[in-house]
C-alpha cells in the first residue's frame, strides 16, 4: 500500500523537475520497484520512498542495511537525453548532492569515494545505486538509489556494514528524514540545471575536489 506524501511534495518540487513522490511503509527495494515503473512508463522525477527494505543493495549486490525508521531509502527516475557513455554522470551528481545537503545540515568532514560513496570523518554514511537502461547507444532511462544513515547506533552498524560505517545520529547529527529527503532533492535540481545548462564541468569539478582517494586504497 502506498499514499502520496502532499506536503513533502510541496516542498520538493523543482523549476527544473517535477518531483512526484510514492511512500511505502516497507519495499523489497526502492530501485526495484522504480525500474519496473520506469520500464511501464513512469515519468522522470517519479519518487518511490520506503520507510525500510527488506532486499535493500548497493554497488555489486551488497547489501545496504534498510532498517526501520533508522535511515532515509529511495530513488529517482531520470530520463535524461544522454551518450551510453555519460550514464556515470548521473552517480556523481547524485553523491554529490547528498555530500551537500549533509554539509548544509552541519555536517563536517564530508568525502566522496569513487564511485558513488559518501564518507565523514572517512567511514561511509550514504551510498548511491545507478542503474541503467540503454537503447542503441543512447540512455532510456536512469534509477538512481541513496540510502543515508541517519539514526543507527555502532552496533547497529557494525552487524550491517562492519565498523567502516557511520550515521548522522554517530557524528552528532539530528536530522529528519523528510528534512534529508528534501535537501537531496533540492542539491539533485541544482545539479540537474548545471548539467542542462551545459556546465557539466561544473558537476565533474566539484567532485573530483571532494574526492578522499586515500580511502581507495
Not at 20 to 38: G, V
Not at 80 to 106: F, I, N, T, Y
Not at 136 to 142: P, Q, S
Not at 169 to 182: K, V
Request: glycine letters at 12%.
Amino acid at each position: 500500500m502506498n499514499a502520496q506524501s502532499a506536503p513533502l511534495e510541496r516542498r520538493i518540487r523543482g523549476r527544473v523537475m517535477s518531483f512526484e513522490l510514492i511512500e511505502f511503509e516497507t519495499l523489497d527495494s526502492t530501485n526495484d520497484l522504480l525500474k519496473d515503473m520506469a520500464a511501464k512508463g513512469a515519468s522522470e522525477g517519479a519518487v518511490v520512498l520506503a520507510n525500510a527494505q527488506t532486499r535493500g543493495r548497493g554497488r555489486g549486490g551488497k547489501t545496504w542495511l534498510s532498517l526501520p525508521g533508522m535511515g532515509l531509502y529511495f530513488s529517482v527516475l531520470f530520463r535524461p537525453k544522454w551518450d551510453a557513455s555519460d550514464a556515470l554522470l548521473a552517480g556523481m551528481m547524485a553523491s554529490l548532492a547528498v555530500a551537500r545537503s549533509l554539509e548544509l545540515a552541519g555536517m563536517k568532514g564530508v568525502e566522496l569515494k569513487w564511485p558513488n560513496d559518501v564518507l565523514v570523518s572517512g567511514r561511509k554514511i550514504a551510498g548511491v545505486l545507478v542503474e541503467t537502461r540503454l537503447s542503441l547507444g543512447r540512455v532510456e532511462f536512469i534509477v538512481v538509489g541513496i540510502g543515508v544513515n541517519l539514526a543507527h547506533d555502532a552496533a547497529m552498524l557494525e552487524f550491517g556494514n562492519g565498523a567502516k560505517a557511520t550515521s548522522c545520529r554517530i557524528e552528532g547529527l539530528e536530522i529528519a528524514r523528510e528534512d534529508m529527503l528534501a535537501g537531496i532533492l533540492d542539491e539533485i535540481e541544482r545539479g540537474c540545471l548545471l548539467i542542462r545548462a551545459g556546465d557539466r564541468d561544473a558537476v565533474i569539478g566539484e567532485w573530483h575536489a571532494r574526492r578522499n582517494s586515500r580511502a581507495e586504497h
